[in-house]
């Protein structure tokens, strides 16, 4: 658009310099024509600006590291003028992800529509916005510019990759896991938390035969489900330091762990909690085996937070929640780190703890003093 201003002024100033060695009727009316132009082709492109519908769409919203997506842009022109030239760019500048174009120049007839396809690929895991950042329309000289904006986003995510590791040294369950996800009820002095009258929903297992007998009318037992022992794998999303296409490289090498490791669990039908620094602060998360909503899960956190992941430790050791297996995750190793390991160590959880840096012999000598499992990647 610079060019074309250049250009024209160049041309008004040839005009003016032969006015002022000619002057005659023709030359003073391709000078009017000269200035009377921009203005006519400012006012067309203006009147027509607002007559477009713009849409985007994601062909998908999950996908593999090296897979490919397309996001696909549809331009319709709904005013009788046609523009010459008409430029689409999309908001998709993320380390992330790998763009074939950002943007794409095109003409748009009247009453006509324009597709673009956009190819984008997965680089690094996570959850990444994409959208229009704008449809740019010039008038018909080329010396202006609309801007539309399309606040509209989708989300794409780009999943890790799960490979095989060596098992984890986990304590075993204390009952099996059902597939239908409910607890069955054993007659035991742990279970069985009261009595109370029949109701005609109960089943004829839940009837206490003796008291009813006792009382001359059907008393049914009162069951309180037996805990299970879950793993509980705690996720450290804080900013990952240094510059930001290493942070995205550490990142990513984290979570393919990360998922490998909650993969593993997920098929040997262990119930499993996901914690880590959530703004929503989910509490507590729901236990679950479902593999593929796990794999979503770990897919889209999002390393952005400064809050302390030690006292996270901290508020799980406090909790009234029954010992477990604890897999802890960790990019950095601070004091508050292993004063939630600690705590949860007092209370006797099965700690393992994965890091992906060399430990400092501090560190070391601290973890191993606790009975904790340590595992470097």
Same mark, same amino acid.
């Given at each position: 658009?610079?060019?074309?201003?250049?250009?024209?002024?160049?041309?008004?100033?040839?005009?003016?310099?032969?006015?002022?060695?000619?002057?005659?009727?023709?030359?003073?009316?391709?000078?009017?024509?000269?200035?009377?132009?921009?203005?006519?082709?400012?006012?067309?492109?203006?009147?027509?600006?607002?007559?477009?519908? @713009?849409?985007?769409?994601?062909?998908?919203?999950?996908?593999?590291?090296?897979?490919?997506?397309?996001?696909?842009?549809?331009?319709?022109?709904?005013?009788?003028?046609?523009?010459?030239?008409?430029?689409?760019?999309?908001?998709?500048?993320?380390?992330?992800?790998?763009?074939?174009?950002?943007?794409?120049?095109?003409?748009?007839?009247?009453?006509?529509?324009?597709?673009?396809?956009?190819? &984008?690929?997965?680089?690094?895991?996570?959850?990444?916005?994409?959208? @229009?950042?704008?449809?740019?329309?010039?008038?018909?000289?080329?010396?202006?510019?609309?801007?539309?904006?399309?606040?509209?986003?989708?989300? &794409?995510?780009?999943?890790?990759?799960?490979?095989?590791?060596?098992?984890?040294?986990?304590?075993?369950?204390?009952?099996?896991?059902?597939?239908?996800?409910?607890?069955?009820?054993?007659?035991?002095?742990?279970?069985?938390?009261?009595?109370?009258?029949?109701?005609?929903?109960?089943?004829?297992?839940?009837?206490?035969?003796?008291?009813?007998?006792?009382?001359?009318?059907?008393?049914?037992?009162?069951?309180?489900?037996?805990?299970?022992?879950?793993?509980?794998?705690?996720?450290?999303?804080?900013?990952?330091?240094?510059?930001?296409?290493?942070?995205?490289?550490?990142?990513?090498?984290?979570?393919?762990?990360?998922?490998?490791?909650?993969?593993?669990?997920?098929?040997?039908?262990?119930?499993?909690?996901?914690?880590?620094?959530?703004?929503?602060?989910?509490?507590?998360?729901?236990?679950?085996?479902?593999?593929?909503?796990?794999?979503?899960?770990?897919?889209? @956190?999002?390393?952005?937070?400064?809050?302390?992941?030690?006292?996270?430790?901290?508020?799980?050791?406090?909790?009234?929640?029954?010992?477990?297996?604890?897999?802890?995750?960790?990019?950095?190793?601070?004091?508050?780190?292993?004063?939630?390991?600690?705590?949860?160590?007092?209370?006797?959880?099965?700690?393992?703890?994965?890091?992906?840096?060399?430990?400092?012999?501090?560190?070391?000598?601290?973890?191993?003093?606790?009975?904790?499992? @340590?595992?470097?990647?």
């Amino acid at each position: 658009m610079l060019k074309n201003r250049l250009t024209y002024g160049f041309i008004v100033l040839v005009f003016l310099l032969f006015v002022y060695l000619n002057e005659s009727p023709l030359t003073y009316g391709v000078l009017y024509a000269l200035f009377i132009l921009p203005i006519f082709s400012f006012l067309m492109t203006w009147f027509s600006k607002g007559h477009f519908f @713009i849409s985007g769409s994601l062909n998908t919203n999950l996908i593999l590291k090296q897979e490919k997506a397309q996001f696909t842009v549809v331009v319709k022109n709904h005013h009788l003028l046609p523009h010459p030239m008409v430029c689409l760019r999309l908001d998709a500048n993320h380390m992330g992800l790998g763009l074939d174009q950002k943007e794409v120049y095109f003409s748009l007839p009247a009453h006509r529509a324009y597709e673009a396809i956009f190819h &984008l690929e997965g680089i690094y895991r996570g959850e990444y916005e994409v959208g @229009i950042e704008y449809l740019a329309i010039y008038d018909f000289l080329g010396l202006f510019k609309f801007k539309h904006l399309h606040p509209k986003r989708d989300f &794409l995510t780009v999943t890790p990759n799960v490979f095989p590791i060596p098992p984890l040294p986990l304590d075993a369950l204390e009952q099996p896991v059902e597939k239908e996800g409910r607890l069955k009820h054993f007659e035991t002095s742990n279970t069985v938390s009261e009595l109370r009258p029949y109701q005609r929903a109960d089943s004829q297992r839940q009837i206490h035969w003796k008291a009813s007998a006792k009382r001359g009318e059907l008393i049914s037992k009162e069951f309180q489900p037996q805990p299970r022992q879950t793993i509980d794998f705690f996720i450290d999303n804080r900013t990952v330091s240094g510059k930001a296409h290493q942070a995205l490289e550490k990142e990513d090498r984290f979570m393919e762990y990360v998922a490998s490791s909650v993969d593993q669990c997920a098929k040997s039908r262990y119930p499993i909690t996901l914690h880590y620094l959530d703004p929503f602060n989910r509490v507590p998360p729901r236990p679950h085996t479902d593999a593929l909503a796990l794999y979503r899960e770990v897919s889209n @956190i999002r390393f952005n937070h400064k809050d302390d992941f030690g006292q996270l430790l901290h508020n799980h050791a406090t909790s009234d929640q029954p010992l477990n297996n604890v897999v802890v995750f960790a990019h950095q190793v601070d004091e508050g780190l292993l004063s939630g390991l600690k705590a949860l160590n007092m209370k006797g959880h099965r700690l393992i703890f994965y890091s992906p840096e060399n430990l400092e012999n501090y560190h070391v000598e601290t973890l191993t003093s606790l009975d904790v499992t @340590i595992i470097q990647f």
